[in-house]
């Protein structure tokens, strides 16, 4: 049974930085694998921010996040990252991490198999 486990979320200004963490375990990971970053603010849909595969350097990220977001990932620590900066309130939201086991890069939420239970992320004005 695959794990996954969000950390890094808090309370931030308006303009700074926060680095997310997710951590993966119960099983091991391959190249056909991918790791995503989605997130969910209060009274919206949850919406994709960004995803990795788990071997090479491929990403993709939603436009409205490239910017200022950037996925990565220690394959040794099993975990990814979700380093966001410049952050605005509306970034405010509970940030999920999941893993789709035998997808390409994707947004959409139904290709995803598991899911973490999120860490909350709240900037201040």
């Known amino acids: 049974q695959v794990q996954l486990a969000e950390s890094g979320g808090g309370l931030v200004q308006a303009g700074g930085s926060l680095r997310l963490s997710c951590v993966a375990s119960?099983?091991?990971?391959?190249?056909?694998?991918?790791m995503g970053w989605f997130r969910q603010a209060p009274g919206k849909e949850r919406e994709f921010v960004a995803a990795i595969r788990w071997a090479g350097a491929s990403t993709y990220s939603a436009d409205s996040f490239e910017a200022r977001f950037t996925i990565s990932r220690d394959n040794a620590k099993n975990t990814v990252y979700l380093q966001m900066n410049s952050l605005k309130p509306e970034d405010t939201a509970v940030y999920y991490c999941a893993v789709g086991l035998g997808v390409g890069l994707t947004n959409r939420q139904h290709d995803y198999d598991y899911w973490g239970q999120g860490t909350q992320v709240t900037v201040s004005s």
């Open positions: 119960g099983r091991t990971f391959s190249g056909r694998n991918v």
